[in-house]
């Protein structure tokens, strides 16, 4: 009989009584659902128009709907500082879910990561308008 190394090790179909996933403890009753649908805010669910780009750019809050400030708040503090402060957290709280937060937190950090990414191998960014059809003249650019 020939000696066989291999991860995993258990081949059973059913696992034993008592013999749960290891991960099992960790797992809250009060977890996170990141799915569903919600009624949302047309106001701040719309792009923003020049007017509030300009307060966003200036950082003139005062000048935003409360919703959209709270949320450029909460996202500037992600992305200087890291960590949104207990004020930007508690302000955007009155108006989102815990939910949309970590959408908005996920966002904001997948944002960070491609300007890095973006930044540290001097991929310029487009000029113009991105589009699906620009990755293949990019493609034929590279290969030509």
Do not use: F
Not at 2 to 11: A, K, T
Not at 14 to 36: F, H, I, K, N
Not at 89 to 107: D, F, K, P, V
């Amino acid at each position: 009989m020939r000696d066989q190394s291999e991860l995993g090790g258990d081949h059973h179909l059913v696992t034993p009584s008592g013999d749960g996933p290891p991960y099992q403890l960790l797992v809250d009753e009060r977890a996170v659902d990141l799915g569903g649908v919600d009624e949302v805010d047309t106001e701040v669910q719309c792009p923003p128009d020049d007017t509030e780009i300009k307060a966003i750019e200036e950082a003139l809050y005062d000048e935003l709907p409360a919703e959209r400030a709270a949320l450029v708040r909460y996202v500037t503090d992600c992305m200087v500082d890291h960590k949104a402060s207990e004020e930007a957290y508690w302000g955007l709280r009155a108006y989102y879910s815990q939910n949309e937060i970590a959408e908005a937190t996920h966002l904001a950090g997948h944002s960070a990561m491609t300007a890095m990414y973006l930044a540290s191998l001097d991929i310029p960014l487009d000029e113009g308008i991105a589009s699906w059809g620009r990755l293949t003249e990019v493609q034929d650019a590279v290969e030509g």
